[in-house]
């Protein structure tokens, strides 16, 4: 089946996970991911779900299960297996017992024309880093202060 993505002009690619204390994860998640989906900013490319018990075994839920197609289906235009389930596995590794995880890989769409030039340019990306929000909140404090 195509992807309807193409390479050439696919944008910056995320991943990101965001874990739950405990078992806490409600599904707000899902009506912004659709939003910035639906306006252009992401495209999201994956998604999984994983829950962490206090023994440390791990269950592994993903988009296409029927217990989050309802909720989170409507998100992701295309689903393919971005994430392995080695991938999974590493990131459920990580995690505390007794915690749950949401694991979402997105396309920066919004970004997408620059990556485009970049690479038609000959450019190369040396260095992308995310400034940490303490370190904003830190400097807009101080931006304030004075």
Known sequence: ??????????GPVD?????FEGSRFNG???????????DGTVRILDL??????E??????VELVDE???????????????????EDLRAVAENLPPASS??????????????ATAVRESSGELLLLERVPRDAVVEAVTALDAE
């Open 1 to 10: 089946m195509p992807s309807g993505l193409n390479v050439d002009t696919l």
């Open 28 to 38: 707000d998640v899902a009506p912004a991911l659709r939003d910035l989906q639906k």
């Open 101 to 114: 995880a949401l694991v979402v890989a997105w396309e920066n769409t919004w970004a997408a024309r620059l």
């Open 67 to 85: 217990e989050v197609a309802e909720t989170f289906g409507q998100v992701a235009d295309v689903q393919f297996d971005l994430l392995s389930d």
């Open 48 to 53: 999984s779900f994983m829950h962490k018990a």
């Open 55 to 60: 023994d440390g075994s791990v269950d592994i």
């Open 15 to 19: 991943v990101a996970v965001v874990a």
